[in-house]
């Protein structure tokens, strides 16, 4: 059984006696910087020149400095611009600011797991990654809740790292909801996978290969794309509340017996061959060489496939029939359709 953490786990006066600075201010840094801040912990924002983010942050009455400013002062780092600029980022701005004994904080492992960034041996480095996307950070910690978060130490200096690891996480809300300890290897290494074989790589297949035979064999667009897309939520929420067990529970008789006899004639035992090659690379390494050579070549690969998957018809459809929904609530975010970023 894992090992959690809850609130009183934690001691909120060890990240509340430090100064932090939030590198990045997107989905992640908005919420950990505003939570931080609701938490009465000092922190300061660090943005680069010009940044498009630091009128958001001012508006909030946060603090807002350069990267290397903000770096040059603070206790903990935290950084959270994307995972494919950090490798640079901490090269040229933060590791020439950081204090000896400044403790660098993670969302995600990408960088320290395949040796993008080898932090010196005075410095803590930590992991507190947030089972969910930022805008959820921030909504459930003003509701009064969290999103669960799992939390890592990689590099004890202090020895002190995993206090400051759980104050964090209670600041940001994540010790409401609950933590659970884990490593910088098992965390990239399940997210990577999770996302690639199941959340994201998976899922768009397998509604895209559904959409394409219903449409091909002379159904209406419409109704295939409420059929294998508008419908999976329903279904999903049914998984995250009660498992597997209570979607089959709620769906009709028919649906549980197609269910059985058919979901092992479309994801067949090669499928589970093809998703133990993907976790294969993701462990060697070459998924992230193969994603930041890209990335450092002006990703030519990453655009070229954004592009083809806007282009699937299930996007049109689904754009045309969702003004049709005024029951599909407007969500609090920066994405705007037709332009994924
Ligand atoms: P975002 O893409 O939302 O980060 C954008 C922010 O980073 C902006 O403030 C942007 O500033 C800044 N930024 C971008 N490039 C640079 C640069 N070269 N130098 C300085 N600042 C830069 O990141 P996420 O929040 O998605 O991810 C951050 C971390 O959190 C990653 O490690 C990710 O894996 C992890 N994570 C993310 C989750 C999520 O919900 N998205 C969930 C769990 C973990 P500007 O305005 O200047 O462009
Ligand atoms: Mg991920
Ligand atoms: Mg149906």
Redesign the pocket.
Known sequence: MAELYYDDDADLSVIAGKKVAV???????HAHALNLRDSGVDVTVG??EG???AAKATDEGLKVAS?ADAVAGADVVV?????Q??RS?YAEQIEPNLKADAALL???G?NIRFGYIKPAAGHDVIMV??K???HLVRREYEAGRGVPVIVAVEQDASGHAWDLALSYAKAIGGLRAGGIRTTFTEETETDLFGEQAVLCGGTSQLVQYGFEVLTEAGYQPEVAYFEVLHELKLIVDLMWEGGIAKQRWSVSDTAEYGDYVSGPRVITPEVKENMKAVLADIQSGAFADRFITDQDAGAPEFKDLRGKGEQHPIESTGRELRKLFSWVEDRDSDYTEGSAA
């Open positions: 590198i990045g201010y997107g989905s992640q840094g943005l680069r940044s498009s983010s990267v950084i959270l611009a994307p995972d600029v950090q980022l993670f969302a995600h990408f990654a947030p969910g996307p930022g």
